[in-house]
């Protein structure tokens, strides 16, 4: 049961912060320059946003003119284990 409230509220918090993100975006008036984000934030010690944060953020930045880019530190050097190589 708590897997499916997480996942709800994963659910919820992308729903809601893609909002926020493209309401910034529509009121802004130009293009953001860029959106840097690590796909596994590994700072908070290899966090991985909800399903459909990062493809909805890149959407919206780049549907406004902006350039998206993936920061692949933590993925590039493999250091996520079964998160990024499966099994």
Partial sequence: MASKVSMSAGVRAVTLWLAILTSRLDGE???????????????????????????????????????AIADEVQVGYGRLGAAFWGG
Avoid: K, S, T
Avoid at 53 to 63: K, Q
């Fill in 29 to 67: 008036g130009r293009a953001p320059a860029a959106f840097i984000c690590e796909p596994v934030l590994g700072n908070a010690g290899g966090v991985i946003p909800p399903d459909g944060y990062l493809a909805g953020a890149y959407d919206a930045v780049r549907r406004h003119g902006g350039l």
